[in-house]
């Protein structure tokens, strides 16, 4: 089920923006776990509307989640 809670993340993220735009610490930490809602949310709906997988598809996909970042475009510094 997606987590509704993401626009009230993104909402306290542009209220803190405007008025601490002296604190990219927090800022950061806020873009953070916006993104790791939105993923979250991305792969539950993924997972509901996808076919069964197979259990060496689950192992892959699981492994891709669990494996040290490498950095690339989408890459979240933390």
């Not at 509704?4 to 873009?31: E, N």
Request: glycine letters at 2%.
């Amino acid at each position: 089920m997606p987590e509704p809670d993401w626009r009230s993340t993104r909402a306290r993220l542009a209220a803190l923006k405007r008025h601490h735009p002296d604190r990219p610490d927090l800022v950061a930490d806020l873009r953070y776990e916006l993104k790791v809602k939105h993923a979250r949310d991305f792969i539950a709906k993924l997972r509901a509307d996808a076919p069964a997988l197979a259990q060496d598809d689950l192992e892959r996909l699981a492994s891709l989640l669990l494996s040290p970042q490498e950095g690339g475009e989408h890459a979240t510094a933390r």
